[in-house]
């Protein structure tokens, strides 16, 4: 897909929506990145960006006859690395990890730095134009990378500069992320979709402004999610209540009905079903 004429926040959703339409496997997660990100300027043309994404790819490509390593995997570790982190300069932004900017990809292209998952989105771009097998991981609390050659693997960290983690590596990190009783699962190593790295993206953007009290820019966030993830019932759900805190009381009606719609049975249900007779009741 080619969007290089969306200009608009119309446009952008209309692109977007297409994108929700997709199998997950002909997702571009970098371009849908861009889209996201354009949602903050509608106006900013995007064809800069696509063009920094494709000189990432030619410059992996230049250099991957050139680097030596003991393995085809660690060769495509060492020319991520020379690409990304060295030669264009991307690093984790430690000093101001919650800024906005950090997860919006237009923003981080700009900075040359930003979250892990931004910083994963260029790397699985600029892997996967080669040809190269890379994915995110669903670890909790830090996204992480997994990248395959035939059959080695290897988890490495696009925060700190594809730094490669072993499994103490993990089990460390993963006890300073969810507390000491955390325990290494098998569900950890498993690669995460395209769909749910965008959402991943999204949704960290979602909780800093939960985090600063800013409930319609949360909104805006769970609605770009639902353009590209439309059958996810807890998006509706969290739709439907941020529309009721915003008193947007016919929204949150309509949310809360995809939601139980697409939801199965439980808890979850029954508060909605609760909250949803007394919106109407409201509305009457």
Same mark, same amino acid.
């Given at each position: 897909?080619?969007?290089?004429?969306?200009?608009g926040?119309?446009?952008?959703?209309s692109a977007l929506?297409?994108?929700?339409?997709?199998? #997950?496997?002909?997702?571009?997660?970098?371009?849908?990145?861009l889209?996201?990100?354009? !949602?903050?300027?509608?106006?900013?043309?995007?064809d800069? &960006?696509?063009h =920094?994404?494709?000189?990432?790819?030619?410059?992996?490509?230049?250099?991957s006859?050139?680097?030596e390593? #003991?393995?085809?995997?660690?060769?495509r570790?060492?020319?991520?690395?020379?690409?990304?982190f060295?030669?264009y300069? &991307?690093?984790? #932004?430690?000093?101001? &990890?919650?800024?906005?900017?950090n997860?919006?990809?237009?923003?981080?292209i700009?900075?040359?730095?930003?979250?892990?998952?931004a910083?994963?989105?260029?790397?699985i771009?600029t892997?996967r134009?080669?040809?190269w097998?890379?994915?995110?991981l669903? +670890?909790?609390?830090? +996204?992480?990378l997994?990248l395959q050659?035939?059959?080695?693997?290897?988890?490495?960290?696009p +925060?700190?500069?594809?730094?490669? !983690?072993q499994?103490?590596?993990?089990r460390?990190?993963?006890?300073?992320l969810?507390?000491?009783?955390?325990e290494?699962?098998?569900?950890? &190593? /498993?690669?995460?979709? %395209?769909? #749910?790295?965008?959402?991943?993206?999204?949704? %960290?953007?979602? !909780?800093?402004?939960l985090r600063?009290?800013?409930?319609?820019?949360?909104?805006?966030?769970?609605?770009s999610m639902l353009?590209?993830a439309?059958?996810r019932?807890g998006?509706w759900?969290?739709a439907?209540?941020? =529309? /009721? =805190?915003?008193s %947007?009381?016919r929204?949150?009606?309509?949310?809360?009905?995809?939601?139980?719609?697409? /939801?199965?049975?439980?808890?979850?249900?029954?508060?909605?079903e609760?909250?949803?007779?007394?919106?109407?009741t409201?509305?009457?």
């Amino acid at each position: 897909m080619n969007w290089s004429l969306a200009s608009g926040r119309q446009d952008l959703e209309s692109a977007l929506r297409q994108v929700g339409s997709l199998p #997950d496997g002909q997702i571009d997660v970098a371009e849908t990145a861009l889209l996201l990100a354009a !949602l903050d300027q509608p106006k900013l043309p995007l064809d800069r &960006y696509r063009h =920094h994404l494709s000189l990432l790819a030619r410059d992996a490509r230049d250099l991957s006859g050139k680097v030596e390593g #003991d393995s085809e995997l660690q060769v495509r570790l060492e020319v991520l690395r020379q690409v990304i982190f060295g030669r264009y300069g &991307y690093a984790g #932004d430690e000093e101001t &990890y919650d800024d906005l900017q950090n997860g919006n990809l237009m923003r981080v292209i700009d900075r040359r730095c930003g979250l892990p998952v931004a910083l994963g989105i260029l790397v699985i771009a600029t892997a996967r134009a080669q040809g190269w097998d890379a994915s995110g991981l669903a +670890f909790p609390g830090h +996204f992480l990378l997994q990248l395959q050659a035939g059959s080695e693997r290897a988890v490495v960290d696009p +925060f700190n500069g594809l730094r490669e !983690l072993q499994a103490a590596d993990l089990r460390e990190l993963l006890k300073v992320l969810s507390g000491l009783e955390a325990e290494l699962k098998p569900e950890h &190593y /498993a690669p995460v979709s %395209n769909r #749910d790295t965008l959402l991943r993206l999204q949704n %960290n953007l979602k !909780l800093r402004h939960l985090r600063e009290q800013r409930p319609e820019q949360a909104l805006e966030l769970v609605e770009s999610m639902l353009l590209i993830a439309p059958d996810r019932a807890g998006l509706w759900r969290e739709a439907g209540l941020l =529309h /009721a =805190h915003l008193s %947007n009381l016919r929204a949150a009606i309509v949310s809360l009905e995809h939601f139980l719609e697409l /939801a199965p049975a439980g808890s979850q249900r029954q508060e909605a079903e609760e909250l949803l007779r007394q919106l109407r009741t409201r509305l009457n």
